[in-house]
């Protein structure tokens, strides 16, 4: 049994909450069953945008990143990801320190 998206994202954002990480909501996808890609602002002009993957041979779930860098073309590179899948999330997290969490238990996996 798996997650919904709405509930993932609430209790991820409550997990950067407990850690002082500002984080929100960009785009509200799906409730049940939309992607989430989760964008990592250090507040510099750069930005990392990290997105669930399936390992097909491990069977692992991981996150990976899908675009990194100047924080336009980051940002073209989700509006790209949205037009092809509107159902998806987008979460934006500033932190200088580059935290996002995304490798801690529960999340990571």
Do not use: C
Not at 28 to 39: F, I, M, P, Q, Y
Not at 68 to 86: C, I, K, T, W, Y
Request: glycine share 6%; hydrophobic share 45%.
């Amino acid at each position: 049994m798996r997650l919904t998206a709405d509930f993932w994202v609430h209790a991820y954002i409550a997990r950067l909450r407990l850690a002082d990480i500002p984080a929100f909501v960009v785009a509200h996808g799906d409730d049940t069953a939309g992607a989430v890609l989760v964008k990592l602002n250090t507040l510099d002009g750069k930005a990392t945008v990290f997105q669930r993957s399936f390992d097909l041979m491990s069977g692992e779930r991981k996150w990976v990143v899908l675009s990194e860098g100047d924080e336009s073309e980051v940002d073209a590179a989700l509006a790209r990801q949205r037009s092809f899948d509107p159902d998806a999330w987008v979460i934006e997290v500033e932190d200088r320190q580059g935290r996002h969490l995304l490798d801690e238990p529960g999340l990571s996996d």
